[in-house]
């Protein structure tokens, strides 16, 4: 998917988060988010996503204004961990199968084997790991075939073995021409994948770098 971000400007409050924001990723591009605590990765990625307010003209996907879609058909999500509310009641099969509607195919036993999910089946969410959460949580986000992949620091917390396994997942899927957005404080893991770094740093300013520069 192609995305545009024009001049995308947020504040919380008084103080300003991002400023005037602009950058323009075409179809299988990785954009990695960097930049220390509370600088504004997710504050963009939910930007993107419309969780936050945007105005209209600053953000397009293919060419449409976001603000004139009304549900994000191919878009996969895998939000920072720390904002889950793991109190709620609900089976890794039931995440999973309720965001895929073609019930139990190969495509989707492939993600379960892939992700190592199946000795968690059947467990409660709020009975996993910190990992073992995080996996399901980009097994979700793989399942609707995503055009646009929006990963929100997803190698907090998951072990050598997951990492490998998602960096391998993220390099095919961009061969494929998913386009990925992905926030991290881990630079080793984005080095063979991005093509431009978003850096963010206090007080909205940012620099957007491209890979062959670094
Ligand atoms: N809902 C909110 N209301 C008010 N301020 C917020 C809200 N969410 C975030 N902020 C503030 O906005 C700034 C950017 O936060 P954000 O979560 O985007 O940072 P981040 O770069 O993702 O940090 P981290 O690396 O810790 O995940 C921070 O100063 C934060 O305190
Ligand atoms: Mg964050």
Redesign the pocket.
Known sequence: MHIKVKDLSFS??Q?L?LNKVTVDLKEGSFLA?I????????????CLLKIEPVPDNTIFYDGVDINTIKNFKNVGYVP?KLEFNYEFPITVNEILSSSYLKGKDLFYTSIINELNLNQIYRQNVNTLSGGQLQRVFIARSLLNHPRLLIL??PTVGIDKESMETLKNILSDLKKKGVTIIM?T?DTSFIKDLADYYLE?SELGDYNLIEATEV
């Open positions: 919380y409050t103080r988060v988010l930049g220390k605590n509370g600088t504004g990765k997710s504050t963009f990625i939910k920072q929100d620091e926030s404080h963010f």
